[in-house]
């Protein structure tokens, strides 16, 4: 095995052997080497997001509902006279879907302002009723509704 070796190691020499003298050489091509710009390493830099202090905004339930296309209706204020405590307004807040709502349910009206005066005068009027209805049915009458009582000489107080 070693004389396979030496047999390749051998092929590459060259067979002539010239002698090449240091006077009759070229001299030797300077190096030339331009210095490049040097390169940084690449650095990974993690940057801090910036967060803008945004005031939050709430919404208000009846951004939520016109959102969902849900009906909306809310009482805001209550105004009772102060010399007459059984007279008084509402003030009522409410979105366009109640107003279709209510339209759908048979409520008629020149502007949304009076569609909704209905409605509410018909929740006022089913109140009173359910309260009427709840005091006959606690304080109930005579069947019959007359009273008769003899009072004497033929006469008949009615009552």
Do not use: H
């Not at 006279?81 to 979105?95: C, K, R, T, V």
């Not at 109640?98 to 569609?115: C, E, H, M, N």
């Amino acid at each position: 095995m070693i004389d396979i070796f030496k047999k390749l190691f051998n092929e590459n020499k060259p067979t002539e052997a010239k002698e090449i003298s240091v006077e009759s050489a070229p001299p030797p091509a300077p190096i030339v080497s331009t210095p490049s710009a040097p390169v940084a390493p690449k650095k990974t830099v993690q940057r801090k997001k910036r967060t803008v202090a945004r005031p939050k905004v709430e919404k208000t339930p009846k951004e939520y509902a016109t959102e969902k296309r849900e009906p909306y209706v809310s009482v805001i204020k209550v105004d009772l006279d102060p010399e007459n405590i059984g007279a008084g307004s509402f003030e009522l807040d409410w979105n366009e879907y109640f107003i279709a709502k209510l339209i759908k349910s048979g409520y008629k009206g020149t502007d949304d302002s009076q569609i909704v005066d209905q409605w509410f005068q018909d929740v006022c009027r089913n109140v009173v009723m359910e309260t009427f209805e709840q005091y006959e049915a606690n304080n109930p009458r005579p069947v019959s509704g007359v009273q008769k009582r003899d009072i004497g000489s033929g006469r008949t107080e009615i009552s």
